[in-house]
């Protein structure tokens, strides 16, 4: 890939105009490179963090196990110094070169919030879980059905067409259920349910019309696709996969943006803030600094695509103060900031299938199942809680047993050598409501290295979710029982805010600028060259993982672009 | 056995020296071996973690024990890195305790036991665990048995090592594909690891 060498502002302005400029290049910032460059423009990529060549930069991504420091067990001092991180279920030997550790980017939590983050070209893209269920009008209608924040500008009909563009060339495995809340989109071949979760699907079609289980659609690929995989089952995604097998910036989106020959990454580049025209009314650039000589520049263009992820871009935002904009760019509305979401993963339910003891998986999935959202849908209505969750369900079958824990000498070693009995276990992912209380701003006064505000975050789960949470737990041990499944046992779950990675809003969507700081075309309300489409333009959270919205409202965002640069209107 | 008690149990070690406080039995022994008290792990204690590792999973036909998988030298330096300072006091206090009860109980350390005597200390520590354990459930801040500890990473060790994974299993680190329900013969087939 193309670097930008430029370490002083001497070169002119010229050298550093390009047609569009991209900041952040995970996984929606890729898309924007991907679309502008192909439809040609020269587009300058701003990553804060270092590059990351795709094969050549996943130093762990071959190693056994043995190979690994301390057999991939993290160390006191790893934990000791980064207590929020080591919190999140990815942070391992074998992938702690792709996380921010808390030390070097601080943050201030008004209250618990884990704040976890892949400063590297690519970005998140490879470490996401990869679960790319399509949102329906279930989702797209609710805040407008229920009178909750404000309506979503868009619906279905507006993102079908490009949920169906971004599957294509992602390349996501799953199966065509036919389920209205979670529409079937382009699909490779899914891949296998196991004896356990395919008795469960049985079991649940005896006892429920509304229950669903499916295998999730992942954008994992089960054949080759476009010089890409196909995937090889070693469920080490979060190493960066040599064989491509999965969808990232750097395996998919960046080469293909690269290879029009349009596109220049500029890796250490944080951006400090977009530069307002008062005259045009537009923004003309954005205010780089060199993360390592903290040197500062400023890059040209007609268009900015901001995809720093979710609370970067607001935090970027917020710094773009002009006589225009002192609240920060787009701000006119006070939304910016506000209605910060995450999923509420806190209800997990474990639980042993007696049977099946001459079945074996074969291979590491490096998917699951999903349980689909039921409450308040078709002919469910709950009194204490609105909107739903859908469940990711997993059967498993590995070597051990429970009795292995009061054993010793041989005998453990007979338990530990042969496989124990199959296990169902269920993780509820439920919506989040879009709370104007549930904020971030930026601190007064700390900074960080870089003279950047330090961002405070306040947010917390209301009785909303703590509510659904509990029938997330509840419902899971019902469909357990009359599955007939043993030793059913909730697993006590307490994860902060923040640590299902699934932050969004505080730079919402709307119809009115009053109420919103993105249009329904995902540009910024006064500032219409500005384009945010990460996770911070969300007006609601739904339940399903979130990636691959924020990848289809970039792609039908940067259309929106080109066509309206050709009209001239930007 | 609580914070207050270990460190109580180890300062009385140390202040008045191991006989003098130990029970009769090792009076009759006429206090020749003097127990041994652990304020850190190095490469010294490799042996006995060995033979600890190994009583606990033992070489059998066919499969190797830990001593093998050089278990002794994965605990020293996970016990040194990886666990907490508090992990690591239970830990340390966890081979004090063993050591004291084997010369109290038969007048040598564990290392110069038989097999029989060996499985019988580390048996009981094993029972001893999982009323500990058991007692820990529903608590805030559950501690854990110096034995779990010892177990888990004797264990962690042994079943991430090259030859028990690619010998003892079916190791196919790049699988190519995902198979939900083949068929298994407990009696004849290894489990997959990948």
């Given at each position: 890939?193309?670097?930008?060498?430029?370490?002083?502002?001497?070169?002119?302005?010229e050298?550093?105009?390009?047609?569009?400029?991209?900041?952040?290049?995970?996984?929606?910032?890729?898309?924007a490179?991907?679309?502008l460059?192909?439809?040609?423009?020269?587009?300058l990529?701003?990553?804060r963090?270092?590059?990351?060549?795709?094969?050549?930069?996943?130093?762990?991504?071959?190693k056994?196990?043995?190979e690994?420091?301390?057999?991939?067990?993290?160390?006191?001092?790893?934990?000791?110094?980064?207590?929020i991180?080591?919190?999140?279920?990815?942070?391992?030997?074998a992938?702690e070169?792709?996380?921010?550790?808390?030390?070097?980017?601080?943050?201030?939590?008004?209250?618990?919030?884990?704040?976890?983050?892949?400063?590297?070209?690519?970005?998140?893209?490879?470490?996401?879980a990869?679960?790319?269920?399509?949102?329906?009008?279930l989702?797209?209608?609710?805040?407008?059905?229920?009178?909750?924040?404000i309506?979503w500008?868009?619906?279905?009909?507006?993102?079908?067409?490009?949920?169906?563009?971004?599957e294509?060339?992602?390349?996501?495995?799953?199966?065509?259920?036919?389920?209205?809340?979670?529409?079937?989109g382009?699909?490779?071949?899914?891949?296998?349910?196991?004896?356990?979760?395919?008795?469960?699907?049985?079991?649940?079609?005896?006892?429920?019309?509304?229950?669903?289980?499916?295998?999730?659609r992942?954008?994992?690929?089960?054949?080759?696709?476009?010089?890409?995989g196909?995937?090889?089952?070693?469920d080490?995604?979060?190493?960066?996969?040599?064989?491509?097998?999965?969808f990232?910036?750097?395996?998919?989106?960046?080469?293909?943006?690269?290879?029009?020959?349009?596109l220049?990454?500029?890796?250490?580049?944080?951006?400090?803030?977009?530069?307002?025209?008062?005259?045009?009314?537009?923004?003309?650039?954005?205010?780089v600094?060199?993360?390592?000589?903290?040197?500062?520049?400023?890059?040209f263009?007609?268009?900015?695509?901001?995809?720093?992820?979710?609370?970067?871009?607001?935090?970027?935002?917020?710094?773009?103060?002009?006589?225009?904009?002192?609240?920060?760019?787009?701000?006119d509305?006070?939304?910016?900031?506000?209605?910060?979401?995450?999923?509420?993963?806190?209800?997990?339910?474990e639980a042993t299938?007696?049977?099946?003891?001459?079945?074996?998986?074969?291979?590491?999935?490096?998917t699951?199942?999903?349980?689909?959202?039921?409450?308040n849908?078709?002919?469910?209505?709950?009194?204490?809680?609105?909107?739903?969750?859908?469940?990711?369900?997993?059967?498993?079958?590995?070597p051990?047993?429970?009795?292995?824990?009061?054993?010793?000498?041989?005998?453990?070693?007979?338990?530990?050598?042969?496989l124990?009995?199959?296990?169902i276990e269920?993780?509820?992912?439920?919506?989040?409501?879009?709370y104007?209380?549930?904020?971030?701003?930026?601190?007064?006064?700390?900074?960080?290295?870089?003279?950047?505000p330090?961002?405070?975050?306040?947010?917390?789960?209301?009785?909303?979710?703590?509510?659904?949470?509990?029938?997330?737990?509840?419902s899971?041990?019902?469909?357990?029982?009359?599955?007939?499944?043993?030793?059913i046992?909730?697993?006590?779950?307490?994860?902060?805010?923040?640590?299902?990675?699934h932050?969004?809003g505080?730079?919402?969507?709307?119809?009115?600028?009053?109420?919103?700081v993105?249009n329904?075309?995902?540009?910024?309300?006064?500032?219409?060259?500005?384009?945010?489409?990460?996770?911070?333009?969300?007006?609601?959270?739904?339940c399903?993982?979130?990636?691959?919205?924020?990848?289809?409202?970039?792609?039908?965002?940067?259309?929106?672009?080109?066509?309206?640069?050709?009209?001239q209107?930007? | 056995?609580?914070?207050?008690?270990?460190?109580?149990?180890?300062?009385?070690?140390?202040?008045?020296?191991?006989?003098?406080?130990?029970?009769?039995?090792?009076?009759?022994?006429?206090?020749?071996v003097e127990?041994?008290?652990w304020?850190?792990?190095?490469?010294?204690?490799?042996?006995?973690?060995?033979?600890?590792g190994?009583?606990?999973?033992?070489?059998?036909?066919?499969?190797?024990?830990?001593?093998?998988?050089?278990?002794?030298?994965?605990?020293?330096?996970?016990?040194?890195?990886?666990?907490s300072?508090?992990?690591?006091?239970?830990?340390?206090?966890?081979?004090?305790?063993?050591?004291?009860n084997?010369?109290?109980?038969?007048?040598?350390?564990?290392?110069?036991?038989?097999?029989?005597?060996?499985?019988g200390i580390?048996k009981?520590?094993?029972?001893?665990a999982?009323?500990?354990?058991?007692?820990?459930?529903?608590?805030?801040?559950?501690?854990?048995?110096y034995?779990?500890?010892?177990?888990?990473?004797?264990?962690?060790?042994?079943?991430?090592?090259?030859?028990?994974?690619?010998?003892?299993?079916?190791?196919?680190?790049?699988?190519g594909?995902y198979?939900?329900?083949?068929?298994?013969?407990?009696?004849?087939d290894?489990?997959?690891?990948?």
């Open positions: 890939m193309k670097y930008s060498s430029l370490k002083v502002n001497a070169k002119g302005k050298q550093h105009t390009y047609d569009a400029i991209v900041i952040g290049s995970g996984i929606s910032g890729g898309w490179a991907k679309e460059c192909e439809k040609g423009l020269k587009t990529v701003l990553e963090g270092r590059m990351v060549e795709h094969r050549k930069d996943y130093p762990t991504a071959t056994h196990i043995w690994l420091p301390y057999r991939n067990r993290l160390t006191h001092e790893q934990i000791r110094e980064n207590p991180l080591s919190r999140c279920y990815a942070y391992e030997q992938t070169h792709f996380f921010v550790k808390d030390k070097e980017h601080p943050y201030i939590q008004k209250k618990p919030f884990d704040w976890i983050r892949g400063y590297q070209v690519g970005g998140k893209s490879l470490l996401w990869r679960w790319t269920q399509r949102w329906s009008d989702d797209f209608e609710a805040n407008a059905k229920e009178g909750v924040a309506d500008p868009i619906r279905y009909r507006d993102i079908a067409p490009w949920y169906s563009y971004v294509r060339f992602a390349g996501i495995s799953g199966n065509r259920d036919g389920l209205p809340q979670i529409p079937d382009e699909f490779l071949p899914p891949m296998e349910m196991n004896c356990a979760e395919v008795y469960f699907k049985d079991q649940l079609k005896t006892h429920y019309t509304d229950r669903h289980l499916v295998i999730s992942t954008a994992n690929l089960t054949r080759p696709h476009l010089g890409r196909p995937c090889q089952h070693r080490l995604c979060y190493r960066g996969c040599p064989f491509g097998g999965y990232s910036s750097n395996s998919a989106t960046l080469p293909a943006a690269e290879k029009t020959g349009n220049t990454i500029r890796p250490f580049s944080v951006v400090h803030s977009i530069i307002y025209d008062e005259h045009t009314q537009k923004a003309k650039g954005v205010r600094i060199d993360t390592n000589t903290k040197e500062t520049t400023e890059f263009s007609k268009i900015v695509f901001l995809n720093a992820a979710t609370l970067n871009s607001t935090l970027v935002l917020m710094n773009s103060k002009s006589s225009r904009f002192p609240n920060g760019l787009g701000n509305s006070g939304e910016l900031g506000h209605n910060l979401m995450d999923h509420n993963y806190n209800a997990r339910v299938l007696e049977g099946f003891e001459d079945k074996s998986p074969f291979g590491k999935r490096p699951g199942t999903y349980l689909p959202r039921f409450r849908f078709g002919q469910d209505r709950q009194s204490n809680f609105s909107r739903g969750y859908a469940y990711s369900v997993g059967g498993s079958r590995r051990g047993s429970e009795q292995g824990e009061a054993m010793i000498g041989t005998e453990l070693k007979k338990d530990l050598t042969n124990g009995p199959w296990k269920m993780t509820g992912m439920g919506e989040c409501l879009p104007h209380e549930n904020k971030v701003s930026l601190s007064e006064t700390e900074k960080d290295d870089w003279d950047m330090l961002l405070e975050i306040d947010a917390e789960y209301k009785t909303n979710e703590l509510n659904m949470q509990k029938d997330m737990v509840d899971a041990i019902e469909m357990l029982q009359k599955a007939n499944l043993k030793d046992e909730e697993i006590p779950m307490n994860r902060n805010f923040g640590l299902n990675i932050e969004m505080t730079a919402r969507m709307g119809k009115d600028p009053k109420t919103s993105l329904p075309y995902n540009q910024v309300w006064g500032c219409k060259n500005v384009f945010v489409t990460d996770g911070s333009c969300m007006t609601s959270s739904a399903q993982n979130p990636s691959l919205t924020y990848m289809a409202i970039t792609a039908r965002a940067a259309d929106h672009a080109i066509k309206e640069l050709k009209k209107n930007l | 056995m609580t914070t207050m008690d270990r460190k109580g149990f180890l300062q009385q070690l140390t202040l008045l020296g191991g006989c003098t406080l130990m029970a009769p039995t090792v009076l009759l022994q006429s206090c020749r127990p041994r008290i304020s850190n792990l190095s490469a010294k204690d490799i042996a006995l973690l060995d033979e600890l190994e009583t606990i999973l033992p070489k059998t036909d066919g499969q190797p024990g830990a001593k093998e998988m050089e278990i002794g030298k994965y605990v020293v330096e996970v016990v040194t890195a990886c666990l300072p508090e992990d690591r006091d239970t830990f340390l206090y966890g081979l004090t305790s063993i050591d004291a084997s010369i109290a109980d038969f007048g040598r350390p564990f290392e110069d036991l038989d097999e029989e005597d060996r499985y580390l009981a520590l094993q029972d001893e999982v009323a500990f354990n058991e007692k820990q459930q529903g608590k805030l801040e559950p501690e854990i048995h034995f779990s500890l010892l177990k888990e990473l004797v264990v962690t060790g042994y079943f991430t090592s090259k030859t028990v994974m690619t010998e003892v299993f079916d190791y196919h680190p790049v699988p594909k198979e939900g329900c083949v068929d298994f013969d407990v009696a004849k290894k489990p997959y690891k990948g």
